[in-house]
């Protein structure tokens, strides 16, 4: 097992605990404060169909009593309307300010039940359980919460860090592979913003698609690691954590106009780099060995960098208007002058942008 331990603006401190069965040992659960002993999951039906009793039945063997909220699976579910249905339900179930909550699924739960977890009573504690190499490496950590609105991708959120996070590998072996694979996108993204020799871990291929335990352990671990160096410095996204975005501006606008669930996020992501990275050539900025070599790293994931249908331009542009990173109107996208070495808050024409896209859709 390992430890990170998160510290925010605020000085407060949040643990990760890191391992493979961890829910199947409870010496970690020493270390963290619970507010009281009542709690509840808030989870999705195919995740909850899978873990559910698992989970409940190990806190309930340390004492707690825990009740479940359980909503529909998907992107689409991930609105103000799912909220509203959450809130509804925790009233029902009597929950005060002492009482947690216990996210227990993949990015879509972890940021909608910090969302919920943040405004609820204003605010009460959560602890995130993510279920997904996703989770895992992105939305675990950090205090981003969101959901979606029908013009655009977390447009509404706040910054809520959650009060512990638990992160059972041992989730990762039943992963479908399209989920799996998507989640790699987010390791490989913080890889290419790293640089250095940690890249040298993207190219143990065969034991990363086929999951071995050491080498997967220490993917998640390193990703973690990087992010928390990153969002230490700049919690609140008022500089260097924009960084993180990489592949975002250009993916979210791409997930957006092809539909939430049809192309996954992680797939949207590794496309989106894709788009930057050509773009960035076409600027000076990002040299053409550095896109070469994205382009082999995603492809050996089975991810995909290129697209395999026409964007409908006014479709992808009213879509990236909304994107919450622009300023006056204009984008603002991540480059890479190398691996290792990014650059943000870049303005960008959506000309030069369409460019990038026709490029994409050879």
Same mark, same amino acid.
């Given at each position: 097992?390992?430890?990170?331990a ?19 040992r ?31 039945s ?22 103000l309307?799912?909220v509203?249905f959450?809130?509804?339900?925790l ?51 950090g205090?981003?919460?969101g ?13 809520y ?5 638990f ?6 072996r039943?992963l ?10 987010? $390791?490989?993204?913080?890889f290419? #913003?790293?640089? @250095? %020799?940690?890249?040298? *871990?993207?190219?143990?291929? &065969?034991? !990363? /698609? ?6 997967l ?8 690691s990087?992010k ?28 957006? $106009?092809?539909?939430?669930?049809? #192309?996954?996020? @992680? %797939?949207?992501?590794? *496309?989106?780099?894709?788009? &930057?990275? !050509? /773009? ?9 060995k550095?896109v ?15 697209l395999?249908?026409?964007?409908e ?7 990236l ?11 603002? #996208? ?11 808050g ?17």
């Amino acid at each position: 097992m390992r430890k990170l331990a998160v510290c925010g603006e605020s000085g407060k401190q949040y643990p990760v605990f890191l391992g493979w069965d961890l829910l199947e040992r409870d010496d970690w659960l020493e270390e963290i404060k619970f507010p009281s002993s009542f709690g509840v999951i808030v989870t999705n039906s195919r995740v909850g169909s899978l873990y559910e009793e698992r989970v409940s039945s190990f806190f309930s063997r340390q004492g707690f009593t825990i009740q479940v909220v359980t909503i529909p699976d998907g992107e689409e579910y991930k609105n103000l309307s799912t909220v509203e249905f959450i809130y509804k339900q925790l009233l029902n179930l009597d929950l005060d300010r002492k009482s947690f909550l216990l996210a227990l699924g993949g990015g879509v739960i972890t940021d909608i039940t910090g969302f919920v977890a943040s405004t609820f009573l204003r605010g009460i504690p959560y602890f995130s359980i993510p279920t997904t190499v996703l989770a895992q490496v992105d939305s675990s950590i950090g205090g981003k919460t969101g959901v979606n609105l029908p013009q655009g991708k977390n447009l509404v959120g706040t910054f809520y860090p959650p009060a512990g996070v638990f992160i059972d590998l041992s989730f990762l072996r039943t992963l479908p592979p399209r989920e799996y694979k998507e989640g790699l996108a987010e $390791v490989a993204k913080t890889f290419f #913003l790293a640089g @250095g %020799e940690i890249l040298s *871990l993207l190219e143990k291929r &065969e034991q !990363i /698609l086929s999951r071995e335990e050491e080498i997967l352990e220490e993917l998640i671990f390193q990703s973690l690691s990087l992010k928390k160096k990153i969002v230490e410095e700049d919690e609140k996204e008022k500089g260097i954590r924009s960084i993180l975005n990489y592949g975002h501006t250009i993916g979210h606008a791409l997930e957006k $106009v092809e539909g939430y669930g049809k #192309l996954r996020h @992680g %797939e949207a992501i590794a *496309l989106g780099m894709m788009g &930057e990275a !050509i /773009l960035g050539e076409k600027l000076s900025i990002t040299p053409s060995k550095v896109v070469d070599k994205q382009r082999e790293i995603l492809a050996n994931f089975h991810l995909p960098t290129q697209l395999k249908f026409k964007i409908e331009r006014e479709e992808f542009f009213a879509a990236l208007r909304q994107d919450k990173k622009k300023e006056r109107g204009k984008a603002r #996208l991540v480059f890479l002058k190398d691996f290792g070495q990014p650059i943000w808050g870049v303005e960008v024409e959506e000309e030069k942008i369409g460019e990038a896209l026709s490029y994409l859709e050879r």
